[in-house]
């Protein structure tokens, strides 16, 4: 789906359970560690240190970075919440918002050689496999190209490679996440547990 909705994502993908299991696996093989560390560091009272905060804070932005566009979203969204998290983690997860890396320029040419054809390339000056792009971001990056025939700058936005379909099956997992946490949370109030 192209808009955000959790019926059209759980139909979607409800009939690819291996690919969720394996996203979900990939998931929690990115933020398990990172949590086990951050837990044994509050356990051992350092958590309040600077350095440890920083030094958390940059192993987020990284495992974040690692999961992709919709991760990537994540972080700069949690990087403008100063009520939920320390200003190291504010500080780090905010280099998401201005200085995510790029995707591979040859991933870039060939996504638009097949959404655009391949004739599409020859339109611009000096765009190959060794352009470099001008700014990147979660979803996609920006070439600045020069058009063939009249000379004149253009930016081009790329998308990254099967953003939407790893973005709607992330925003699925997220979304089922969110449910499951509620339906403890409502069985836990049941029984009087978080009184």
Not at 29 to 48: E, H, I, N, T, V
Not at 54 to 67: C, G, I, K, N, P
Not at 170 to 194: A, P, T
Request: with cysteine; proline share 7%; aromatic share 6%.
């Amino acid at each position: 789906p192209r808009v955000y909705d959790p019926t059209a994502l759980k139909a979607a993908w409800s009939s690819h359970p291996a690919k969720v299991a394996c996203r979900v696996g990939e998931i929690t093989g990115q933020l398990a560690p990172f949590a086990l560390r951050l837990s044994l560091d509050r356990y051992r009272g350092k958590l309040a240190e600077p350095e440890v905060q920083r030094r958390h804070a940059a192993d987020l932005r990284e495992r974040l970075v690692a999961l992709g566009p919709a991760f990537i979203k994540l972080g700069q969204l949690l990087s403008s919440r100063p009520d939920l998290l320390p200003q190291p983690m504010l500080n780090e997860l905010k280099q998401l918002c201005d200085a995510v890396p790029a995707f591979p320029t040859s991933d870039a040419v060939a996504l638009l050689r097949a959404e655009l054809g391949h004739d599409i390339l020859s339109e611009f000056k000096e765009f190959d496999e060794n352009s470099r792009p001008i700014a990147a971001a979660s979803l996609g990056q920006v070439y600045l190209l020069r058009l063939n025939g009249s000379g004149k700058e253009v930016a081009v936005k790329i998308q990254r490679p099967d953003v939407l379909q790893s973005v709607s099956l992330d925003l699925h997992i997220l979304h089922r996440y969110g449910e499951f946490v509620e339906g403890v949370k409502s069985q836990f109030m049941r029984w009087n547990v978080m009184a």
